[in-house]
Structure formats: C-alpha cells, structure tokens
C-alpha cells in the first residue's frame, strides 16, 4: 500500500473551509466529515483534514498559530504542467484566497502560491526534469 499524507489543518469556519478546498479542486469524503472536521482528498495518497479550533486542540496541547502573522510549514504540490499551476492558484484567489507570492520560473520549475482563508501557505508547481541544469 501507498503511504498517504493527512494534512491537518485548524480552520475558523468549516464549510467555509470546506468550499474553498472544493473550489480549488478537492473533494469531500464523507465518511471521514462531521460538523467538527472534513476529510478533503486530492489524490489517493494527499488528504487535507480540515478541523475546528477546538478539534484541532484535542490532538495537541500546542496553542493553534496565528497562520495571517506567522509561517511555520508550507504545503507544496506538484502537478502536470504550468498551465495546471496557473488554474489551481486561479480557482484559489476566485474562492477568497490570496496569491501570496510573485510566480517563480527557475527554467525547470515553474510555482506559484497562495493561502487559504486560514492563512495556510501553499506553493503549486511543475517540474520538468529534462531542463534541470546538468553539472
């Protein structure tokens, strides 16, 4: 079996939360969702589980960060192609979110950015190999 990653996110507003994920190209499974968290899949390995504040504090002791003032992680995703890049931070900024970077084009890699309502930073890229520079 594949390792999958949950990512675990404190979100202020759950169906909020919950739409803009769906916008930007998640889907909702239900089996793992109730009025305390959502259970949104991207692929069959990456899993965002959006959860209340007070869902969120039953698996730490840790205050929840202020995510609009401080960073501690960024979520990074790899897709097909820039013009992918460019839809998914599209669909981003159309359900409420923001660019939070300028794009970057490394000749290799092309990424863009965005956070959620929530203030969670994300980067959206395409790698193509064959143009990484050879040493």
């Known amino acids: 079996m594949a390792t999958k990653i949950f990512i675990n996110l404190p979100v202020a507003d759950l169906q ?8 930007i190209g ?3 499974n239900p089996q793992f ?15 965002v ?6 869902k969120f504090n039953e698996f730490t002791k840790k205050e ?4 609009f003032k401080t960073a501690s992680v960024i979520n990074s995703l790899s897709v097909d192609s820039t ?18 970077s300028e794009a970057k084009d490394y000749g290799f890699m092309q ?14 890229l395409y790698m193509d190999l064959t143009k990484f520079p050879q040493q």
């Open 83 to 100: 013009q992918e890049v460019n839809t998914m931070i599209d669909k981003a900024v159309g359900a409420g979110g923001k660019e939070s």
């Open 64 to 67: 929840i960060g202020n995510t």
């Open 111 to 124: 990424q863009r950015s965005f956070e959620d309502l929530d203030g969670h930073l994300w980067e959206v």
């Open 26 to 28: 998640f889907t909702n």
């Open 33 to 47: 969702t109730d009025e305390t968290a959502a259970c949104m899949v991207l692929t069959e390995e990456i899993y």
């Open 16 to 23: 909020k939360a919950m739409s803009f994920y769906s916008a």
């Open 49 to 54: 589980m959006l959860l209340t504040h007070s």
